[in-house]
């Protein structure tokens, strides 16, 4: 039997926060879902465990602490600094994708509306061996077929 990995998903849309459930438990029994709604909230849950996540999903643009103060306060406890953060954001903009790269984010993908689309970007992320993955420029960012 497997062992049953968590995912925290820390995001401000409730919509977005539903589908990625949906999307994570159709695809996986393996997976729990953790769900924060804004960076602050996050970052209390990490320092409390259990549960201690496997993967963590973060939007960027959220009130208050968005997904960059978020990061960066992550990346500064030791505690954290391999925990795998999946940066997801409707932002394709190159100068955002760098900037999450350059904070510490292991890996970038951009929100696709079409359900489809969004369900095989985790399909995938939930594929990757993380403890062996290393970032870099060519392979930061998910690639919509």
Same mark, same amino acid.
């Given at each position: 039997?497997?062992? !049953?990995?968590?995912?925290?998903?820390?995001?401000?849309?409730?919509?977005?926060?539903?589908?990625?459930?949906?999307?994570?438990?159709?695809?996986?029994?393996?997976?729990?879902?953790?769900?924060?709604?804004?960076?602050?909230?996050?970052?209390?849950?990490? !320092?409390?465990?259990?549960?201690?996540?496997?993967?963590?999903?973060?939007?960027?643009?959220?009130?208050?602490?968005?997904?960059?103060?978020?990061?960066?306060?992550?990346?500064?406890?030791?505690?954290?600094?391999?925990?795998?953060?999946?940066?997801?954001?409707?932002?394709?903009?190159?100068?955002?994708?760098?900037?999450?790269?350059?904070?510490?984010?292991?890996?970038?993908?951009?929100?696709?509306?079409?359900?489809?689309?969004?369900? !095989?970007?985790?399909?995938?992320?939930?594929?990757?061996?993380?403890?062996?993955?290393?970032?870099?420029?060519?392979?930061?960012?998910?690639?919509?077929?």
């Amino acid at each position: 039997m497997k062992k !049953e990995l968590t995912i925290f998903y820390t995001d401000d849309d409730t919509d977005d926060l539903y589908f990625f459930r949906e999307i994570v438990s159709s695809l996986s029994s393996q997976f729990t879902v953790h769900t924060q709604n804004s960076g602050k909230e996050l970052l209390g849950v990490l !320092e409390n465990p259990p549960p201690h996540p496997y993967l963590l999903f973060m939007d960027i643009n959220m009130p208050g602490m968005d997904g960059f103060e978020a990061l960066e306060k992550i990346r500064e406890n030791e505690k954290h600094k391999l925990l795998p953060v999946i940066m997801i954001s409707t932002s394709n903009d190159e100068a955002v994708i760098n900037k999450a790269r350059l904070l510490g984010a292991t890996y970038y993908v951009p929100k696709s509306n079409d359900f489809e689309k969004l369900t !095989e970007s985790i399909r995938y992320v939930l594929s990757v061996n993380w403890n062996s993955f290393i970032a870099s420029e060519q392979n930061f960012v998910y690639q919509y077929n």
